[in-house]
């Protein structure tokens, strides 16, 4: 939603949107988050469940933390501009945790009369641990 | 997981993607821009109607089980999602009708020394709307892990 969105033109490798923090995230917007997706893995929402099965508490979704960078990418180079999103799920996120999404241009080409801008993202915890990395393509006015 | 689901097609299903999902989508991922909860902001956005967030058509793939009964796993508590990819190719705005076909497009094996042998399916789904035009493939890749991984 920022209004001086990066052209093709402006926008350069090694260019980085401001980071955007989420949390300390609670179990409500896990509930939340299983409700609106249809992800209804117990794991996420069921405690007792998630606990007998070895962890410690109910555990984020690593889709939550993708759309977390999602929002942090077209926020930063616009709706709609998204050619190709990748998220690679690295580990796991509980209660209480904070995330911060990050995002910085890798590289920057033209294809088929599109001005391309490859970025690499990630969302790392309160103790710097990657929870999700990935990369994604943005087509940007020129 | 069963190997020779590799290639498999599974029979396409419909769904409508709705205003309202998309608000409720929106609102459980934070995020606040008035696209996808404005008709009028979004028409100034250049869409013709409220835009789908990136991720949102991973949400209709969990209750379609053809492809992933067809793996045939023995125990899904061994199964992570190891990674999600979309690709874009037309904008998904609100009222628009998807038909989504599945297909598995490989099951492969690999060694890892922390988790055992591993097997890793990719399932794709490509989205076409009513007019027909193809707006959108996710690629899922699942991974069964030889014994449950630790923290």
Known sequence: MTTNRPTFETINTGDAPLPLVCGPLTRTQFVRYAGASHDFNPNHHDEVYAVANGNKAVFGMGMLAGGYCARLLTDWLGDGSLQRLRIRFASRFWPGDVLTCTARVVGKREADGKGLVDCEFSAVNQDGRAVIRGDATAALRR | ?151
């Open chain 2, 1 to 151: 997981m069963d190997p020779n689901a590799a290639d498999k097609t599974f029979p396409p299903y419909e769904f409508h993607v709705e205003r309202g999902k998309i608000r409720e989508f929106a609102d459980a991922i934070g995020d606040p821009n008035p696209v996808y909860r404005d008709p009028a902001y979004a028409a100034k956005q250049g869409f013709a109607g409220i835009p789908a967030p990136p991720t949102l058509l991973r949400t209709f793939l969990y209750e379609p089980r053809a492809a992933a009964d067809a793996l045939a796993v023995k125990d899904w508590s061994y199964i992570v999602h190891g990674e999600q990819e979309f690709e874009y190719f037309a904008p998904t705005v609100a009222g628009d009708v998807l038909t989504a076909q599945d297909r598995i497009v490989s099951v492969t094996e690999k060694e890892s020394r922390r988790a055992g042998k591993l097997q890793i399916a990719v399932i794709e789904t490509t989205f076409h709307n009513q007019r027909g035009e193809k707006v959108q493939i996710a690629r899922r890749t699942l991974v069964e892990t030889g014994k449950r991984i630790s923290e």
